[in-house]
Structure formats: C-alpha cells, structure tokens
C-alpha cells in the first residue's frame, strides 16, 4: 500500500491526467470511482457514450478507456506512486475495466514518469504533414514503446501504406452512404450551431483542420457536410507515413492493452517532436478492417492506424470537468 496519503486532491489530479486521452470523436467514455476505504481508483467504460453504429462491439470504446489507464498510470509515476493495475476485476461487470492501487515509492517506473510533461502537450493534428522522412531510431523507438505494453507496432512498406490508404478512402465513401454514421458523427461535432452538444465534449471546428484539395487527405473530415466559416483548403502529403498497432488476440482485454499501448507510442512521439493523428475509419468497417493488417505478418488484428509527422501541432479539444467523471465512495 502507498505511503503517501490518497486525499481527494490527489485522486482529482490523478484523475485529471488519465482524461487527457484521446476517445473516439472525444466522446469520452470514461468514468472513474475511488474507493476510499480499499484505496482503488477503479475504472468504469460508459456505454451511453458509445457509438452502436461505428462501434457496436465497443471495441474503440475501451481503446479510449485504456489510454486513460495509462495517463492515470503516468501521473501516477510522476506522483512517486507506484500503480498496480488489474483489467476486468468483476468478470460479471463487462464496464468495470480495471482497478488501480498504488504500492509506493515508485522504483522500476521511471520511464513512464517522463511522459507526464507530454500529456497536455499531446493533440491530434488533422493539419498536413510535410514530406520529411522519421529517422529510423525514431520509428525504433516508437516499436519499443508499443513492445513495453505488450503489443507490435508495424510500419508498412509502400505497397502496404497504399493498400491501407485505398481502405481510409473506400470507408469514407461507406460512411458517406451511411446515415446512421453520419448522424453519430454530427452528434459529437461543434460548430456553434443551435442545438449542439456540450461544448465540453466532442470535436470543435477549430479541431477539424483545413479541407482537403482533393480527395487524397489521410484525416477523416469532421466539417465535411458543414459551413464553417473561414476554413481554408490545403493540400495533404501524397504518401503518409503510418503506422499500424496490433495484438494476437481481439479480446476485451486485448483492446485495453492496446490503447495503453497506443498512448504510450502517441507520448513518446511528442516527445520525439512529432506531430499525430489516428486513422481509424477503416477499422470501423468490419469488412476493411481484416485487410488493414499484413498477411505475412504475426499481428493479428489491427487495432489503431497512425498517421505520423512533422507539421503543425494541433490544438487540444475540451475535456469534461474532473466533477463529472470521478466520484469518491
């Protein structure tokens, strides 16, 4: 048990950088409990916050929710706690995905105590990327970071980036056919229209980045059937550098290590000073997503596509207030 005295401040804190995680379309689908007396912090997936077209298994919900746990994880660190985590505690409770305790001081988690400075600094971009090339020892380190979590980072070939990028286009012209998942998108975009959600969730126009020339732009286009007034077109980079993370497996479990995974290569490119985006429209279709992974390859399932650069940094979208997500028992 940790020496160092959980009080509310400190689990708000906690709290308040395991929520710096990308969700999907920011819907963020988290809730947190701290029991007082066990001390845990425990770690609830929100299904009414799900999307039961794009997402009906709730698989990118839980990849939201385990990039919190690794934000959670990283403060933790940075508090000189030492977190010990154990994912899906209550086997007849598929929404409680895991419980936090903390054993203190922290030792063997150095590593992750580093990360805290780029959790506020960590933001899509849906900017174009220029055409310069990542080191070798960059993309080696992002592996590295993935491998640590239990999971494979693969960077594509060429023949491989263009079959993935054929995928990114051919889902967005499902989606466009699509009605239902045209309304779950409008339902978590904010342009200042009447009518919208809370300004405190969702992705805001100033999120949506510049309408593309062509058809060639590698970022999904939140704003594509809005009028949003002075946003400007630009041209996106012809060949992205991507990056696919996967598992063996595609189990519950699975996709929490996953996100964990994910946020902790999404960190280590910030630091890195690279810029970032996710791809996963393709993913959203279970007839692309198989194709999405390299048959010759060991990973299984493909659970997140990186897009990966250097460009113009993205700014943060809103998060929900600590208030709303964290309750104390």
Not at 40 to 59: F, T, Y
Not at 92 to 109: E, K, N
Not at 296 to 305: D, L, N, R
Request: charged content about 25%; some cysteine.
């Amino acid at each position: 048990m940790s020496t160092t005295p959980l009080t509310r401040q400190l689990v708000t804190s906690l709290v308040e950088d395991a929520v710096t995680a990308p969700s999907m379309h920011n819907a963020q689908p988290w809730t947190f409990v701290f029991r007082t007396g066990a001390g845990v912090i425990e770690l609830h997936g929100d299904p009414l916050r799900g999307m039961p077209r794009q997402d009906p298994d709730h698989r990118a919900l839980h990849l939201g929710c385990g990039a919190a746990l690794f934000g959670l994880r990283v403060g933790a660190a940075h508090r000189a706690l030492k977190p010990v985590v154990r994912l899906l505690p209550t086997p007849d409770d598929p929404w409680h995905l895991a419980d936090v305790r903390f054993d203190g001081p922290a030792d063997t988690d150095g590593d992750l105590v580093e990360f805290h400075a780029a959790l506020p600094r960590r933001h899509t971009s849906r900017f174009p990327f220029s055409e310069e090339e990542i080191p070798s020892e960059v993309i080696d380190g992002l592996r590295a970071a993935a491998l640590l979590e239990g999971c494979r980072l693969a960077v594509p070939g060429a023949w491989h980036t263009d079959t993935v990028m054929d995928l990114v286009h051919a889902s967005e012209l499902f989606e466009a056919a699509d009605e239902a998942v045209r309304a779950e998108i409008a339902a978590w975009t904010r342009t200042g229209a009447p009518g919208e959600g809370p300004d405190t969730e969702g992705i805001p126009s100033y999120a949506f980045g510049p309408r593309q020339y062509d058809v060639t732009s590698p970022v999904r286009d939140f704003g594509a059937p809005r009028q949003v007034p002075g946003r400007e077109s630009a041209r996106f980079e012809k060949r992205p550098q991507i990056a696919l993370l996967g598992t063996v497996a595609d189990t519950p479990e699975e996709w929490l290590k996953a996100d964990q995974a994910m946020q902790r290569v999404l960190l280590q490119a910030t630091l890195d000073g690279l810029v970032t985006s996710l791809m996963s429209q393709p993913l959203e279709w279970p007839e692309l997503r198989s194709d999405a992974r390299d048959p010759g390859s060991a990973m299984g399932f493909v659970h997140m596509v990186f897009r990966l650069g250097y460009g113009p940094q993205g700014r943060a979208t809103p998060r929900r207030p600590v208030a709303e997500v964290l309750t104390f028992d």
